[in-house]
T-cell receptor, first 117, second 114 residues
Framework: GAVVSQHPSWVICKSGTSVKIECRSLDFQATTMFWYRQFPKQSLMLMATSNEGSKATYEQGVEKDKFLINHASLTLSTLTVTSAHPEDSSFYIC?????????????FGDGTRLSIL | LAKTTQPISMDSYEGQEVNITCSHNNIATNDYITWYQQFPSQGPRFIIQGYKTKVTNEVASLFIPADRKSSTLSLPRVSLSDTAVYYCLVGVTFLSNQGGKLIFGQGTELSVKP
């Protein structure tokens, strides 16, 4: 079945560093991908919708300049956390919407654990 | 998007049937009900989706009453490996070109004991 891959799965970096997370749809083309953030013991919070070839749509309260999203191809979306600080430490998860009519549910990556020191 | 309400946590024992009920009073006509399972440090995994009455697959059943204001996920004969958080979501089906945006509620933390 369809698979979504995230990379890296775990990253630790110093405060002020920018971190890029990749989300790839491995065996299907995804015109739309989604980025979520999840804090410990909490639910997933939708951050933004990533559309191939156009600007991402951000949810209310999510800083566009802080979380840069690029969906340059039909199989890759990237999330860059710019000038990361300890409060940005979280579990970031992406998902990809399968092609219309494919009878496939939305598939999620296995997340990226980001720790900012 | 319709808001969902689930119990925060449930306990069960191996071999028992577990039923998790979700309330979605404001469900729209075009909305489907979808359940996902999430293990710690992993992304959610699709379990089942339905619109009305009953849907069954190899891992679960989904019961939806006629008014569709609630739904019940039924897990037969749970094992320790079913310990996870279960999310009920309401939205347009993935079969539609309008589908996609999923808003997660608090989920139900299921703990299966030996």
């Amino acid at each position: 079945g369809a698979v979504v891959s995230q990379h890296p799965s775990w990253v630790i970096c110093k405060s002020g560093t920018s971190v890029k997370i990749e989300c790839r749809s491995l065996d299907f083309q995804a015109t739309t991908m989604f980025w979520y953030r999840q804090f410990p013991k909490q639910s997933l919070m939708l951050m933004a919708t990533s559309n191939e070839g156009s600007k991402a749509t951000y949810e209310q309260g999510v800083e566009k300049d802080k979380f840069l999203i690029n969906h340059a191809s039909l199989t890759l979306s990237t999330l860059t956390v710019t000038s990361a600080h300890p409060e940005d430490s979280s579990f970031y998860i992406c998902s990809a919407r399968a092609p219309t009519g494919s009878n496939q549910p939305q598939h999620f990556g296995d997340g990226t654990r980001l720790s900012i020191l | 998007l319709a808001k969902t309400t689930q119990p925060i946590s449930m306990d069960s024992y191996e071999g028992q049937e577990v039923n998790i009920t979700c309330s979605h009073n404001n469900i729209a006509t075009n909305d489907y009900i979808t359940w996902y399972q999430q293990f710690p440090s992993q992304g959610p995994r699709f379990i089942i989706q339905g619109y009305k009455t009953k849907v069954t697959n190899e891992v679960a059943s989904l019961f939806i009453p006629a008014d569709r204001k609630s739904s019940t996920l039924s897990l037969p004969r749970v094992s320790l490996s079913d310990t996870a958080v279960y999310y009920c979501l309401v939205g347009v089906t993935f079969l539609s070109n309008q589908g996609g945006k999923l808003i997660f509620g608090q989920g139900t933390e299921l703990s299966v004991k030996p």
